[in-house]
C-alpha cells in the first residue's frame, strides 16, 4: 500500500524505502538506500541485484511518461537522484 491510500503507486516502488524494502524482502538485511547503493558500487551481488531491480523500475516508469507526454526534460528528484549510475 501507498501513503496516498492506494495500492501499487510508483512512490512504493521507487522511493528510497521501496528500495531498501525491496533490499529486505529479497535478502532478509535491513539496510538504508544509502548502504544498498554503497554495496553495490563496491561489488556486493545483493545489493547490486537489489539496485538494478529498482533502475529497471525506474526506467519502465520513466518509459511510461516519455511515451504519453514525450517531454523535452525530465527532472529526477529525491535523496535517490543523486545516484551516480543513473546518469551513465
Not at 533502475?55 to 528528484?77: C, F, Q, S, Y
Request: charged share 15%.
Amino acid at each position: 500500500p501507498c501513503y496516498c491510500g492506494r495500492t501499487g503507486c510508483i512512490e512504493t516502488w521507487l522511493s528510497g524505502p521501496a528500495l531498501a524494502a525491496d533490499h529486505a524482502r529479497h535478502t532478509g538485511t535491513v539496510l538504508t538506500p544509502e548502504a544498498i547503493v554503497a554495496a553495490a558500487a563496491a561489488g556486493d551481488a545483493a545489493a547490486e541485484a537489489t539496485v538494478t531491480r529498482w533502475e529497471g523500475r525506474l526506467a519502465k516508469a520513466l518509459a511510461t511518461v516519455i511515451n504519453v507526454l514525450d517531454p523535452d526534460v525530465i527532472v529526477v528528484g529525491g535523496g535517490l537522484s543523486q545516484v551516480s549510475r543513473l546518469y551513465r
